[in-house]
């Protein structure tokens, strides 16, 4: 079954310094893999996304992710973090072996907190 | 290009009562996605639709149920409302809900059963 987990519920980062947000996830075939970050009282804000090609994906406001097929990872990062990246951050994967009644269907994380302090 | 629009943004209803959410996808989208959304469960899928026929169900009571029409806007409908329904209603649109596709969400319906 597909699954997705987000180890961390609360990631602390001070300004200017990189930040990580962790994910790893279980596919039966190949992972399609999405980040996406919602800020209070809002919806989700695509930011990146991981179909095939170059493990380094690169997406909106600086943010890039790696994908590693060996450790079923794909953590986002950002080389220096602003006050306004604190926000609630999720992984979502697909997978491509699904057919029939999931295809298409979105797993999704639990969710990290990102606080970025001054 | 306008985003995906959910209304409305908040309702208050009662135990027992009934709802309907209504969602507008981006233009040209034609699969639409809700999902629900609470502290305690976390982003939970509960149904997709593409040219009007629904493809796939999440794990809900049959009290949930939705629909979409001709021009790919959707509705979803919960009867018989519950306290454990209070949550955020997520709607999501993407072309043609591809597995590679990006789903665009909607700003949410944020629901309070009192």
């Known amino acids: 079954a597909q699954s997705v987990a987000q180890p961390e519920d609360q990631v602390n980062v001070a300004e200017g310094n990189p930040l990580t947000v962790k994910c790893t996830y279980s596919v039966s075939g190949n992972p399609y893999l999405f980040w996406y970050v919602q800020y209070p009282n809002r919806g989700l804000q695509f930011l990146l996304k991981?179909?095939?090609?170059?493990?380094l994906v690169k997406g909106s406001y600086g943010f890039e992710a790696e994908f590693n097929k060996s450790q079923t990872s794909f953590h986002l990062k950002k080389p220096s973090a602003l006050v306004s990246d604190s926000a609630l951050y999720f992984c979502?994967?697909?997978?491509?072996?699904?057919?029939?009644?999931?295809?298409?269907?979105?797993?999704f994380g639990r969710g990290t907190q990102l606080t970025v302090w001054p | 290009k306008a985003g995906v629009t959910q209304t409305p943004r908040y309702l208050i209803k009662t135990r027992g009562q009934q709802v309907t959410l209504s969602c507008s996808p981006i233009s040209g989208h034609r699969s639409v996605s809700w999902y629900q959304q609470t502290p305690g469960q976390g982003l939970q899928f509960l149904f997709e639709?593409?040219?009007?026929?629904?493809?796939n169900k999440g794990n809900f009571p049959g009290r949930f149920s939705g629909r979409q029409f001709s021009n790919s806007r959707s509705e979803m409908n919960v009867s018989t409302l519950e306290l454990g329904d209070s949550a955020l209603y997520l709607c999501a649109s993407s072309p043609s809900g591809a597995s590679t596709d990006t789903q665009y969400f909607g700003p949410g319906t944020r629901l309070t059963v009192l």
């Open positions: 639709y593409f040219s009007e026929t629904q493809r």
């Open positions: 991981y179909i095939t090609g170059d493990n």
């Open positions: 979502a994967v697909r997978d491509s072996a699904d057919r029939g009644s999931t295809l298409g269907r979105l797993y």
